[in-house]
């Protein structure tokens, strides 16, 4: 098996054991866009790095069965939960459930956990989910990146509404991008620095002739970028088209933590490699060389729930108030390397692992399930 994962980057299609297909009647290519020279906003906006203190984490309580498959519409329920009720020791949780799961989602999941009445396609909140951002007067806003279903590779009208319905719940402002993307395909440090996948961003799925140097602009206006890290990533594999959550993470400014695929038989097995090389070899905003630290994949799964699109990766973890929230995968010695490993770079940490099969087997983790909102 993979020794990364099988279907690199969460936030994607969970179709259980099925191949990812695309949408029956997908929509018409979108037209070529250019974005023009935005003017200066006039607020500076900035997105915190997700160890900054939470008010509250973001979750969508969903297994439909034309996703999912009736058999893992239970074992996906009871793993959401499981993350849910983990993170909710150490901060809030705000779960959005469709009004069919709500009784579910109210068995399962523990009082610390709100439920809020809201239709939803998917569970990946990460990617259909508002990016906040705040100000230097501490103001807060809520970024919208237009999700379209990963390129139109999944129904969406539900999960299209979740940033907005988002922004509403917190009562902030809701800044509409020209850019189409996901919160999974970019990592930042808090402090100006960012790691995006050209695979992913640049796809002509969602933005059809748009160049680095436009992206690049647009994220600096709104997320408060000033130095952005190019991973190639790989596209057409899975479901994002190689989200950068499941292939490198700050740990903090100056520290990233990377997966590395060894099985020869991966398709990621060059592109980790790759991306290594580029880490090593990158600055961050503060011209400063990265220190770069390697986390590798379990050998094995457990195989009741494996699939063709199984994600078995370690970088896929949750930073919350006071923990990181991690996958172990039942072997021990991987598993009780990556918690050595979060434990070193998270020192102030608790360090949680839970076992996350069934959304795994969906091609996400814990990470792609979130979606943090800043104090």
Same mark, same amino acid.
């Given at each position: 098996?993979?020794?990364?994962? /099988?279907?690199?980057?969460? =936030?994607? $299609?969970?179709?259980? +054991? ?6 029956? !009647?997908?929509?018409? &290519? ?113 970024? /919208?990146?237009?999700?379209? =279903?990963? $390129?139109?590779?999944? +129904? ?6 979740? !940033?907005?319905?988002? &922004? ?118 503060? =011209? ?88």
């Amino acid at each position: 098996m993979s020794g990364i994962l /099988s279907a690199c980057g969460g =936030g994607g $299609g969970g179709n259980g +054991p099925q191949p990812l297909v695309p949408v029956p !009647a997908p929509a018409p &290519a979108p037209s070529p866009i250019a974005l023009q020279p935005s003017p200066q906003p006039t607020e500076t906006w900035r997105m915190p790095d997700e160890s900054a203190p939470h008010r509250a984490v973001w979750m969508a309580f969903a297994a439909r069965e034309s996703v999912w498959t009736a058999p893992m519409r239970q074992p996906v329920q009871q793993a959401l939960a499981r993350i849910a009720n983990a993170i909710s020791v150490y901060e809030p949780v705000k779960m959005l459930v469709g009004a069919e799961d709500f009784a579910t989602a109210r068995q399962l999941c523990g009082s610390n956990v709100e439920l809020i009445q809201h239709e939803i396609d998917d569970l990946w909140m990460r990617d259909t989910g508002c990016v906040f951002v705040r100000n230097m007067r501490g103001e807060r806003a809520a970024v /919208s990146f237009n999700f379209n =279903g990963w $390129g139109n590779k999944q +129904p969406h009208t539900r999960d299209a509404t979740v !940033a907005a319905r988002m &922004a509403e719940l917190t009562g902030v402002p809701l800044l509409r991008s020209r850019l189409v993307m996901e919160g999974g395909g970019i990592e930042v440090d808090g402090e100006g620095t960012a790691i995006i996948t050209e695979s992913c961003v640049l796809n002509a799925n969602r933005n059809p002739g748009l160049g680095w140097e436009a992206c690049e602009a647009e994220l600096k206006r709104l997320l408060g970028l000033r130095k952005i890290i190019w991973l190639p990533g790989i596209a057409g594999r899975d479901i994002t088209d190689g989200h950068t959550d499941f292939y490198a993470r700050f740990a903090s400014p100056g520290i990233v933590v990377a997966g590395l695929d060894e099985d020869p038989g991966s398709y990621d097995r060059a592109v980790t490699r790759r991306h290594l090389e580029v880490l090593k070899q990158a600055t961050d905003a503060r =011209g400063q060389r990265l220190r770069v630290e390697v986390l590798r994949g379990p050998d094995s799964v457990r195989r009741k729930l494996e699939t063709p699109e199984f994600a078995a990766g370690y970088i896929n973890f949750y930073v919350c108030n006071g923990a990181v929230i991690a996958p172990q995968f039942g072997d021990s010695r991987a598993d009780g390397n990556a918690r050595s490993l979060l434990q070193e770079l998270f020192p102030r940490r608790e360090v949680v692992q839970l076992d996350i099969d069934a959304i795994a087997a969906g091609g996400g983790g814990i990470h792609c399930t979130t979606q943090q909102q800043p104090v």
